[in-house]
Structure formats: structure tokens, C-alpha cells
């Protein structure tokens, strides 16, 4: 049985600046809910990589948390 690739790794950024490394099911909502935070209208999503199962993109987003991207709670 295939593994359903439906989750996408993402960073959210105003200009060139990361402020926020995650991952999600529905990449528009996430957009639209990042630019309802205060200063950040004006920021957009960039997908990184093509979609991904939720386990792979879990190990990313812990990988990118070790790194010390800005990642959620």
C-alpha cells in the first residue's frame, strides 16, 4: 500500500528573512493564517521541496528545530 504524500514543509518569510519553519496539510490556510499575525501581512510562504508524507515532514520540521529555524510550539 503507498504512503500518502499530503503534507507540505514550508518556511514563511517577510523579505528574505525565515520567520517561521513549518509543516501543513492545506498550504493556502497556512498562508492566510501566518499573515493575520501581527507584522507579518505582508510575508508569503515558499514550499521547500515537493509534498511529503507527515512522518517525513515531522523529522524535517524537528531537523530544522535542531538547526534553530523559528518553528512553532
Excluded: C
Aim: glycine share 10%; proline share 5%; charged share 30%.
Amino acid at each position: 500500500m503507498p504512503t500518502s504524500r499530503t503534507t507540505y514543509k514550508y518556511h514563511f518569510k517577510l523579505g528574505n528573512k525565515i520567520v517561521h519553519t513549518g509543516i501543513t496539510g492545506d498550504i493556502d490556510r497556512r498562508a492566510a493564517e501566518h499573515q493575520q499575525e501581527p507584522g507579518w501581512e505582508k510575508g508569503h510562504i515558499f514550499q521547500v521541496g515537493n509534498r511529503t508524507t507527515r512522518a517525513a515532514a515531522l523529522e524535517w520540521e524537528n531537523e530544522q528545530r535542531k538547526k534553530g529555524k523559528p518553528t512553532g510550539p
